[in-house]
């Protein structure tokens, strides 16, 4: 009976072992895939004042500020206001409902009329919350089918911060020479966007 006693109690030993390594490596991929969501950033240049809404906007005319960062597969792009194109950079946060309603709205925009000459359009993911909805961020750019830039900011939120973010969704309009046109914080309609992309181009 004794030797029966050792077996079952090593058995049960062995398969707690076994259930407490499954649960580690579960949490472990896991918290791998919440960290794949941001990552490191670097940031060039003076940041913006925060955007309020007061007009006039004490960022336009001023320089944007650069920075590096990374997609969701890793690639590397840096973002250099003043390099002879001009950008839309629109902040998106998976978890904001007014995000949730553009962003499908604006790729559909992108999937089905061309850019103006001289224009690119980034996405920037930011204030990743794996605890809110909508999450991991990178699958919901892949199911609205987003066709343009989009990059990684990182785990503080450092580019959204650089730009004056207060609220969501939030594009920044940079002329050609590096310089702030716009600043909107809220939904944009299919005519805002055009409006924005063709102020960006002239």
Known sequence: MLIIAVLV????????ALLASRDANR???SDSSAAGQVADVSIEGAALPVYEGSQPD?????????FAATSF???EMSVQPGDGTAKVIGFFAHWCPHCQRELPRIADWLN???LP????VIAVSTSVDSGRGNHPPSEWF?????PAAVVRDSQTNEIASAYGLQGFPYTVAVDAN??????????????DWESLLAFAAS
């Open 58 to 66: 004490p960022a336009l005319r001023t320089a944007a500020p650069a």
């Open 117 to 120: 000459n001289g224009v690119e």
């Open 27 to 29: 949490n472990d991929s």
């Open 112 to 114: 089905n009329n061309p």
């Open 142 to 146: 892949e199911s609205v089918q987003w």
């Open 73 to 75: 597969n890793g690639n």
């Open 9 to 16: 109690v090593a058995t049960l030993a062995v398969i707690v």
């Open 178 to 191: 590096g310089d702030v046109l716009a600043r909107v914080s809220g939904e944009l309609s299919d005519q």
